[in-house]
C-alpha cells in the first residue's frame, strides 16, 4: 500500500495545510517516493498473498508510489503539505484497490488526476516495478487566491481553482478581492476545478499582479483589488499595509486620460527607492493614485 488507509477527505478540509508556496514563476520537480518495500500479491480481486507464479498478473495494491510532487524556485521540498499529499495519495489508492496493475487501472489513475485541479495537463502514470508505480507531469502553478465570502481559493496563473479553500488570509498566497462571481460549482455542486473563474475582473486581476511579482518591490504587494473594475474600469494593488495603490485600467491597455503602463511602473519603482517615503510603493500613503496625469496622494488615517 502507498499509505495507510484513513477517512476520506473532503475538498473542504477542517484544518487545511498552510502553503509553503509563492507566485513566482517556474515549478521544478522532486522525485518524493512514498510507501516502502512489500511482497507483492496475485490473482487480481480477491487474490492471496502467495508469491507471482509465471505469468501472472499484479494484483491492485503496489507497495510503493513514486510522485513528482512540485517544487518552486529552488526549493528542496515541495510546497505541498503533508495532509495535502496524503489526500492525493489516497486518491491514487482509491483508483487500485482490489484491481490489477494493468493499463486500464494505471489509466484509470492518470484519468483521476487529470480531473483532480492539481495538474496543467493528465500526468503520466506508469508501472515502474513488480509492485511500483510512479507519477509525473506538469503541476499547476499557485498564483493567487480569490477572497469570496470570508475564504480563499486558490488559483493557477490561468485562473483555474485548486482543489482547497482556505479562511480568509490562511492560504499564504496573494489575493484577488472584490471579484463579482460567487464560487463555481460542477455539474455534481463541488467546486470547479476545471475551469477559469468566471469574470473578466478576474483574468484583469491575474494579468497585473503577473508583473508586480517580477519587481524588486514585489513583497509589498499583498494582491489586487478588482471591487471597482467593472463600475469605474479601474484596478488597485493592495499592498502589505493593506493600503491602496489605485492603478487604473487593464494592465498594458492604453487607457484616454491615464498615464502609460510604462510610466505607472516608473512611478511604483520611484516610490519603492525613495527613502522619503519609506522607499514604499504607496509612499507611505492609505492610498495613492498612480493612474492619472498627476499622482495624488492620500494621507487620511496615515501615522
Known amino acids: 500500500m502507498a499509505k495507510k488507509k484513513s477517512k476520506a477527505k473532503s475538498r473542504r478540509a477542517a484544518k487545511p495545510d498552510r502553503m509553503a508556496w509563492a507566485a513566482s514563476p517556474g515549478l521544478r520537480l522532486g522525485v518524493v517516493v512514498v510507501g516502502g518495500p512489500g511482497r507483492p ?18 494484483a491492485a495494491e503496489p507497495t510503493a508510489v513514486e510522485i513528482e510532487w ?12 503533508e495532509g495535502l499529499r496524503e489526500q492525493i495519495i489516497e486518491q ?4 487500485l484497490v482490489g484491481r490489477s496493475l494493468d493499463a486500464g487501472a494505471l489509466a484509470s489513475v492518470g484519468e483521476m488526476l487529470a480531473a483532480s485541479g492539481w495538474f496543467d495537463t493528465e500526468p503520466r502514470v506508469a508501472r515502474t516495478g513488480d509492485s511500483t508505480i ?7 502553478e499557485p498564483a493567487c487566491a480569490v477572497r469570496v465570502s470570508g475564504r480563499d481559493y486558490p ?21 484577488l478581492v472584490g471579484v463579482r462571481a460567487q464560487v463555481p460549482l460542477d455539474a455534481v455542486g463541488t467546486l470547479d476545478v476545471i475551469n477559469p473563474w468566471p469574470g473578466e475582473d478576474v483574468e484583469v486581476g491575474l494579468g497585473l499582479l503577473a508583473p508586480l511579482l517580477r519587481e524588486p518591490f514585489a513583497g ?34 492604453f487607457v484616454p486620460g491615464e498615464a502609460t503602463t510604462k510610466q505607472k511602473m516608473e512611478r511604483l519603482r520611484a516610490a519603492a527607492s525613495n527613502p522619503m517615503y519609506e522607499r514604499r510603493i504607496d509612499s507611505g500613503a492609505q492610498r495613492l493614485d498612480i493612474s492619472g496625469e498627476h499622482l ?8
Open 92 to 95: 491514487i489508492d482509491s483508483q
Open 155 to 175: 488559483l493557477d496563473w490561468r485562473g483555474r481553482p485548486f482543489p482547497i479553500e482556505y479562511e480568509a488570509g490562511t492560504s499564504g498566497l496573494r489575493v
Open 70 to 81: 512540485p517544487t518552486l524556485g529552488g526549493a528542496d521540498q515541495t510546497w505541498l503539505g
Open 134 to 140: 510512479r507519477v509525473s507531469g506538469v503541476w499547476r
Open 220 to 253: 509589498q504587494v499583498a494582491g489586487v483589488d478588482v471591487g471597482e473594475y467593472f463600475t469605474l474600469g479601474r484596478l488597485s494593488i493592495v499592498t502589505d499595509r493593506d493600503s491602496r495603490v489605485i492603478w487604473g485600467g487593464r494592465f498594458g491597455e
Open 41 to 58: 500479491r496475485c490473482g487480481g480481486m480477491g487474490g492471496g498473498d502467495g508469491a507471482c507464479a509465471q505469468g501472472e498478473i499484479l
Open 296 to 303: 495624488i496622494l492620500d494621507r487620511t488615517g496615515t501615522p
